[in-house]
């Protein structure tokens, strides 16, 4: 069964920071380009970050510029989003897509993790 799975959301006050953490099983990320895609409530989703297959290329929302950092890591199946300088506005529930190249469709999704920024 093909499966990606996030994980690393949670609560968090502004300015903080979160790690998101995207795993697959069922089959190999290294064929795939990998984006964050979140979803807050009552607005579309909207494309966050995506990182080529080999790592070499990566592109970011004007909105997280600056804040959060896309990687993945081959060899643990996983890519990850380093989020930090967190703000109410990133609050939504983010999921990991696989594409041929992050400019294609989404070929595989994950079940989404819950990010809040709040006092």
């Known amino acids: 069964q093909l499966q990606l799975v996030e994980s690393g959301g949670g609560l968090v006050q502004p300015g903080g920071s979160l790690r998101l953490s995207c795993a697959a099983s069922?089959?190999?990320?290294?064929?795939?380009?990998i984006g964050w895609v979140r979803q807050a409530p009552g607005k579309e989703r909207e494309g966050v970050s995506c990182?080529?297959?080999?790592?070499?290329?990566?592109n970011y929302a004007d909105s997280v510029k600056g804040r959060f950092t896309i990687s993945r890591d081959n060899a643990k199946n996983t890519v990850y989003l380093q989020m930090n300088s967190l703000n109410p506005e990133d609050t939504a529930v983010y999921y990991c897509?696989?594409?041929?190249?992050?400019?294609?469709?989404?070929?595989?999704w994950g079940q989404g993790t819950q990010v809040t920024v709040s006092s």
């Open positions: 897509a696989a594409r041929s190249r992050c400019s294609t469709r989404v070929l595989y």
């Open positions: 069922g089959f190999t990320l290294d064929y795939y380009d």
């Open positions: 990182i080529s297959r080999s790592g070499g290329s990566t």
